[in-house]
């Protein structure tokens, strides 16, 4: 569904790429996490499927298309068939629920007759029954994530990115997000999800892909925030030692 | 649905800049009734030409008893010497430069002269054989007025040979250069509704970059997500033109057609149907002028 090869991205103030000759494949169906510190490349990763940055070379290929070969006019089409849901939600604050996620089928010239049967689908499908009439300040953050993802999926792309989607949500709520993405993921829906949450991780027990400066260190399926396997090669010991060590080493690289 | 949701993109853009909007209105409204007016000018000219040029050519004017030109030191203009002229005029030295002439007598010249200031009260001082005599020429090639100039004006009983096209000619550079005026300041105005509705549309952007952001990113078309920005700003500017083209019709009609045309009786003044020729213009005008500076501007400011 989603494949690098050899990707390298440069953005040109920062002499260090923000994804190092990055190869990898994503199936149809799965639900992966990109772990890794800020700055380690994940939203370049998730921002190069959308064709929203270009990569400095390598090929990047999204259902079977290189996004390079996408012209600027069919790029709407590619962004079609991929959802993306936001750490900040990104709901419009003067719409109520069923008008943020109607807000998607509009823009793409959905009719009124669809839209109306649509919405109220997928709203059930997050867990939002009964709440299209409110507006986005009367829901708890758990709920406008929801709304977000909803928004999202309504247009049954078959690929949806989540950019730490928990990333402002208490445990207990995040753990609900998960089970949306999970369903999401179990209707045939393939899913990266960029993340810092731990447990969430370790609950979920999918494939974990690790960045590290660009690079990817590790790629295991079932796996835990951090491995159990010791990885060969680069600084693994400088990732899981202390605060110190690990400041140490970026002030070496600088 | 896709019509009915940009119009309500753009209804909704126009409320939200109400103050921006108002002032690309008011800005085009003015450029475009200076552009409209240089327009007016020339449509003028062009009649009053049109309207002249049939009328007026040389007049080889005879001297009568006040004149004090060297051709009459004899006194009023002769019998004879009237002849004389009328021969000349037909003469194979003259007559291939000139399709017909009309000898205006002193009773007509009066005649012609109290119409033309009916409501003046100049008539009652002027009398009859004050006014000269004269040979109205018309010409095949109005500029070849130097040879008539040149045969007649040394002719015993000649007072004068007027060319009255240059009368004309100095109306017509006189209006010329309030129309390039007019245009001048168009000119800047225009400069200034430009650079207006590039702000009024990046503001525009930038309190909807939500939106456009989120349209961006759920797959909408480039068209549904900047058309809404250009029709803002060419619905603005169209506004704008359309009371340009109100003021104009109605300074045609209130005022050429009304006062002026009152106290200029023998002036062909353009009527305010011919200013309806200038309205699609104006519109048209002001419309391309929005689209194209929005486009610019949403090509640097939007991101699609």
Same mark, same amino acid.
């Given at each position: 569904?989603?494949?690098?090869?050899?990707?390298?991205?440069?953005?040109?103030?920062?002499?260090?790429?923000?994804?190092?000759?990055?190869?990898?494949?994503?199936?149809?169906?799965?639900?992966?996490?990109?772990?890794?510190?800020?700055?380690?490349?994940?939203?370049?990763?998730?921002?190069?499927?959308?064709?929203?940055?270009?990569?400095?070379?390598?090929?990047?290929?999204?259902?079977?298309?290189?996004?390079?070969?996408?012209?600027?006019?069919?790029?709407?089409?590619?962004?079609?068939?991929?959802?993306?849901?936001?750490?900040?939600?990104?709901?419009?604050?003067?719409?109520?629920?069923?008008?943020?996620?109607?807000?998607?089928?509009?823009?793409?010239?959905?009719?009124?007759?669809?839209?109306?049967?649509?919405?109220?689908?997928?709203?059930?499908?997050?867990?939002?029954?009964?709440? #299209?009439? &409110?507006?986005?300040?009367?829901? +708890? $953050?758990? =709920?406008?994530? !929801?709304?977000?993802? @909803?928004?999202?999926?309504?247009?049954?792309?078959?690929?949806?990115?989540?950019?730490?989607?928990?990333?402002?949500?208490?445990?207990?709520?995040?753990?609900?997000?998960?089970?949306?993405?999970?369903?999401?993921?179990?209707?045939?829906?393939?899913?990266?999800?960029?993340?810092?949450?731990?447990?969430?991780?370790?609950?979920?027990?999918?494939?974990?892909?690790?960045?590290?400066?660009?690079?990817?260190?590790?790629?295991?399926?079932?796996?835990?925030?951090?491995?159990?396997?010791?990885?060969?090669? #680069?600084? &693994?010991?400088?990732?899981?030692? +202390? $605060?110190? =060590?690990?400041? !140490?080493?970026?002030? @070496?690289?600088? | 649905?896709?019509?009915?949701?940009?119009?309500?993109?753009?209804?909704?853009?126009?409320?939200?800049?109400?103050?921006?909007?108002?002032?690309?209105?008011?800005?085009?409204?003015?450029?475009?009734?200076?552009?409209?007016?240089?327009?007016?000018?020339?449509?003028?000219?062009?009649?009053?030409?049109?309207?002249?040029?049939?009328?007026?050519?040389?007049?080889?004017?005879?001297?009568?008893?006040?004149?004090?030109?060297?051709?009459?030191?004899?006194?009023?203009?002769?019998?004879?010497?009237?002849?004389?002229?009328?021969?000349?005029?037909?003469?194979?030295?003259?007559?291939?430069?000139?399709?017909?002439?009309?000898?205006?007598?002193?009773?007509?010249?009066?005649?012609?002269?109290?119409?033309?200031?009916?409501?003046?009260?100049?008539?009652?001082?002027?009398?009859?054989?004050?006014?000269?005599?004269?040979?109205?020429?018309?010409?095949?090639?109005?500029?070849?007025?130097?040879?008539?100039?040149?045969?007649?004006?040394?002719?015993?009983?000649?007072?004068?040979?007027?060319?009255?096209?240059?009368?004309?000619?100095?109306?017509?550079?006189?209006?010329?250069?309030?129309?390039?005026?007019?245009?001048?300041?168009?000119?800047?105005?225009?400069?200034?509704?430009?650079?207006?509705?590039?702000?009024?549309?990046?503001?525009?952007?930038?309190?909807?970059?939500?939106?456009?952001?989120?349209?961006?990113?759920?797959?909408?078309?480039?068209?549904?997500?900047?058309?809404?920005?250009?029709?803002?700003?060419?619905?603005?500017?169209?506004?704008?033109?359309?009371?340009?083209?109100?003021?104009?019709?109605?300074?045609?009609?209130?005022?050429?057609?009304?006062?002026?045309?009152?106290?200029?009786?023998?002036?062909?003044?353009?009527?305010?149907?011919?200013?309806?020729?200038?309205?699609?213009?104006?519109?048209?005008?002001?419309?391309?002028?929005?689209?194209?500076?929005?486009?610019?501007?949403?090509?640097?400011?939007?991101?699609?």
């Amino acid at each position: 569904m989603i494949r690098f090869e050899n990707v390298t991205k440069v953005y040109e103030q920062n002499a260090r790429p923000a994804l190092d000759s990055v190869s990898l494949e994503i199936n149809r169906g799965e639900f992966t996490f990109l772990v890794g510190a800020s700055g380690s490349g994940k939203s370049t990763f998730l921002r190069l499927i959308l064709k929203e940055d270009k990569a400095s070379s390598g090929s990047v290929y999204v259902a079977g298309q290189n996004v390079a070969n996408i012209s600027s006019w069919r790029v709407p089409k590619l962004r079609r068939g991929i959802g993306v849901v936001f750490q900040d939600f990104r709901l419009l604050p003067q719409k109520n629920v069923f008008a943020n996620v109607a807000f998607a089928m509009q823009v793409i010239g959905k009719s009124r007759s669809i839209i109306r049967e649509t919405v109220p689908e997928v709203l059930k499908t997050v867990g939002l029954e009964g709440k #299209e009439r &409110r507006m986005p300040h009367e829901l +708890s $953050g758990g =709920e406008q994530q !929801r709304v977000a993802i @909803a928004r999202a999926v309504v247009n049954r792309p078959g690929i949806l990115l989540a950019d730490e989607p928990t990333g402002n949500l208490d445990p207990i709520t995040s753990m609900g997000i998960m089970g949306v993405l999970d369903k999401i993921n179990q209707n045939g829906t393939t899913v990266v999800m960029a993340t810092h949450d731990d447990d969430i991780v370790n609950e979920m027990r999918r494939r974990v892909v690790e960045l590290k400066n660009g690079k990817v260190i590790r790629d295991e399926a079932k796996a835990l925030y951090t491995s159990m396997i010791p990885v060969v090669g #680069e600084s &693994r010991r400088l990732r899981d030692a +202390s $605060g110190e =060590e690990l400041n !140490r080493a970026q002030g @070496a690289q600088l | 649905m896709r019509l009915l949701f940009i119009l309500g993109e753009i209804g909704s853009g126009l409320r939200r800049n109400l103050s921006m909007v108002i002032s690309v209105v008011l800005v085009t409204f003015v450029s475009l009734t200076f552009v409209g007016a240089a327009g007016m000018l020339q449509m003028q000219i062009n009649q009053m030409k049109g309207f002249w040029y049939d009328k007026v050519q040389v007049a080889v004017f005879l001297c009568n008893d006040g004149s004090t030109a060297v051709g009459c030191a004899s006194g009023s203009a002769t019998k004879e010497q009237q002849a004389n002229l009328q021969a000349m005029l037909e003469s194979p030295a003259v007559k291939p430069y000139i399709n017909d002439f009309q000898f205006e007598s002193q009773a007509e010249a009066y005649k012609h002269f109290k119409e033309q200031f009916s409501n003046s009260p100049i008539v009652d001082s002027v009398s009859e054989d004050q006014l000269p005599a004269s040979f109205r020429i018309n010409m095949k090639n109005p500029e070849k007025y130097e040879i008539i100039s040149e045969t007649f004006s040394s002719q015993p009983g000649v007072e004068t040979v007027s060319d009255q096209r240059q009368v004309l000619e100095r109306i017509f550079s006189w209006m010329n250069g309030a129309s390039v005026a007019a245009i001048g300041v168009a000119a800047v105005m225009i400069f200034c509704a430009v650079l207006l509705i590039t702000t009024t549309i990046r503001l525009s952007a930038f309190s909807r970059r939500r939106e456009t952001g989120i349209m961006r990113l759920v797959g909408a078309s480039k068209m549904v997500i900047q058309l809404p920005f250009i029709l803002e700003g060419v619905i603005a500017a169209v506004v704008g033109a359309l009371l340009a083209s109100v003021t104009l019709w109605l300074m045609a009609h209130f005022w050429l057609n009304g006062d002026l045309s009152r106290q200029f009786l023998n002036t062909p003044f353009i009527s305010s149907t011919q200013v309806l020729v200038i309205a699609p213009v104006l519109v048209a005008l002001g419309a391309g002028l929005a689209g194209i500076s929005s486009l610019l501007t949403l090509r640097r400011y939007l991101k699609v």
